[in-house]
């Protein structure tokens, strides 16, 4: 960009945007410790249902909100922590726990439940992982009904009584909001951090997510451990405020109403999915025919959401992406800055492929291609559609196993069957077509490439302890260092999805660029791009290969691989065809005829 916005003015945008972002909550918060000040004991109920729907919520978003799986028999972890809770304080199962013991046994246990809930989600997707959510759900009750001596089956069995502070009336009241207030404030927590980024990386560009080193499975299992916690807590209350419980006061409709508030509330928002569980318990209350109705409401609730808001309330209050945006935005790229990005050690470093050979079916994708990248220069990779470049770019980064060969790097054999392993190699990438998170800013989606970088466990991210402090203030400096290193430092507060698409190019070198590579993976980043960005693009690369970095440059400009390439390989049908200087390939007869044309 022209105009280079001073370290100050991101740092004043971020006080600010932070500022705004609290007002909601504290205007929610003063709602809930003034509500009893009305005296009125069924809006209290009304509002401890909203409540303890909500800490259920609150881990389900995590889930479904942020790692977009769709989870919709949820309301087995809730079905869990009411009997687990019920049954300790009556003493069906064992001798009788105090009541506050037994809700922190049902958060345990409504944790494990979680975790076996979520196991198929490291497989299955889609529709076929909420199948097997519901299968849970039925499952867990079912053994409610027949497990007669601890659940008292289809007759039920008493809800826990919570003694002083917390008893039945507003000290319960007040229970449930603390409880509800310290739920959204972990998750809150966490979405604001290198956690909650993954998982939103994980739901919107999967394999963009595994190039900056972000195992999918371990992330998984923690937040389907906490979402289960929160939703054996929400159970236990729920026995407490239903005084008596049975299997059939965990219906469906509850289930769907979980799902569906997260989904009105907005994908990747916490403040949005918290509007829509108070709006879907509150409204069938307060318009009592509406109850005989509720799933066909629900449903009719989140078609107007898809088809008028597709971004749900979250959309509605982030009033900030609405501003319209400077029109004519140059990119000026300051590659004198690479030298603060970089790690600028000596060390030589060789990636190299041996013999390697991957067929799709009968077709042979790469044929015995061998293949050598050297640090500080910039090696092209060109041939026809189809010639195998962007397969070997998945080979290298581990998408791809190959039938025969290996990759090494300094002589060190690379697995292929780990591709988020290849970050703690130091090797980057960018795609054929941009890997955006198009709801984060482009801050965010920057900083989602240091992800592996920062030192702070999940726990200490929930509690907003120091070492999350620290690694935030680390991912943002790099973030903000490496967006004024490709030019777009001034758009860092934009969502992605408002970006051209030469920006959302030089967006995902600087993304690449976190991880202070030493080799760089490029697959035709000038695609698109105008004459100028193309030479910017150009010179930009060049001073990322002499700052040491090994770049592999897949690219169908001639004119960009011959002007800034130091080696260069031409496939074709997956066999290399040539390899040499680039005044060697130009003028290579096989070349000529077979891709360059003349």
């Keep these: 960009m022209s105009d280079a916005a001073s370290p100050a003015q991101p740092a004043r945008a971020s006080a600010l945007a932070r500022i705004e972002g609290a007002l909601p909550w504290i205007a929610l918060g003063l709602v809930g410790l003034l509500l009893p000040l009305l005296g009125d004991s069924y809006i209290g109920v009304i ?148 956690f909650g980024r993954a998982l939103v990386a994980i739901r919107d560009a999967e394999v963009a997510a595994e190039a900056s080193g972000i195992a999918k499975p371990k992330l998984l ?48 928002s916490i403040l949005g999915p918290a509007l829509g569980t108070i709006i879907l318990t509150a409204l069938p209350e307060f318009a009592a025919p509406l109850v005989q109705w509720s799933t066909f409401l629900y449903a009719t609730l989140l078609l107007v959401i898809v088809l008028v808001i597709p971004g749900g309330i979250a959309d509605l209050l982030d009033y900030k992406n609405r501003r319209p945006l400077k029109q004519h935005r140059e990119i000026a790229p300051r590659p004198e800055l690479l030298s603060r990005v970089l790690d600028t050690s000596s060390d030589r470093n060789v990636l190299s492929l041996s013999n390697i050979a991957l067929h799709f079916g009968g077709v042979k994708a790469i044929d015995g291609l061998d293949l050598e990248i ?116 001034s758009l860092a507060s934009v969502r ?43 010179a930009l690369i060049v001073a990322i290969s002499r700052a040491g970095v090994g770049v592999l440059l897949v690219e169908h400009h001639a004119d960009l691989i011959f002007d800034i390439c130091d080696r260069v390989t031409v496939l074709n049908l997956g066999k290399v065809l040539a390899a040499g200087t680039p005044d060697e390939i130009r003028s290579h007869r096989e070349v000529v005829n077979a891709y360059l044309g003349g």
């Design 47 to 194: 509002a401890q249902r909203a409540y303890i729907y909500w800490i259920l919520s609150a881990g389900l978003n995590l889930v479904v909100g942020y790692a977009g799986q769709i989870a919709i028999g949820w309301v087995a972890m809730l079905t869990i922590g009411a009997y687990t809770t019920a049954a300790l304080t009556a003493g069906t199962a064992t001798a009788p726990w105090h009541p506050y013991l037994a809700l922190a046994a049902g958060g345990v246990v409504g944790a494990l439940a979680g975790v076996v809930v979520g196991l198929p989600a490291l497989r299955l997707r889609t529709f076929y992982f909420a199948m097997t959510t519901l299968g849970f759900a039925t499952i867990v009750t079912q053994v409610a009904l027949a497990w007669k001596d601890v659940t008292g089956g289809g007759v039920g069995t008493p809800g826990p009584v919570f003694p002083w502070p917390f008893e039945p009336g507003w000290g319960f009241y007040y229970f449930c909001f603390l409880l509800a207030a310290i739920a959204t404030w972990m998750t809150a927590n966490l979405a604001a951090s290198r």
């Design 221 to 268: 299992i923690a937040v389907f451990l906490f979402a289960g916690a929160l939703g054996g807590v929400a159970g236990g209350l729920f026995a407490s405020l239903q005084s008596y419980i049975t299997p059939d006061a965990f219906t469906f409709e509850m289930s769907v109403l979980f799902f569906i508030a997260i989904l009105i509330g907005g994908r990747g």
């Design 374 to 489: 050297r640090s500080g220069q910039v090696h092209g990779l060109i041939g026809p559609n189809g010639s195998g470049k962007t397969t070997t770019l998945n080979v290298i980064s581990g998408y791809y196993a190959p039938r025969t060969g290996q990759a090494q790097l300094n002589g060190t054999a690379l697995p292929f069957d780990a591709p988020h392993a290849r970050a703690a190699h130091r090797i980057a990438r960018t795609f054929q077509t941009p890997r955006m998170i198009g709801g984060a800013s482009v801050l965010d989606n920057v900083m989602i490439g240091g992800t592996t970088q920062g030192r702070g466990t999940f726990v200490e991210s929930l509690l907003l302890l120091p070492r999350r402090h620290s690694d935030e203030a680390h991912l943002r400096d790099a973030a903000m260092l490496a967006l004024q290193t490709v030019g777009l430092e």
């Design 496 to 538: 992605a999805d408002r970006l051209q698409h030469s920006e959302l190019r030089f967006m995902e070198i600087a993304r690449a660029l976190m991880l202070r590579p030493a080799f760089l993976l490029l697959d035709e980043p000038a695609a698109g791009l105008s004459a100028e960005e193309i030479r910017r693009l150009g």
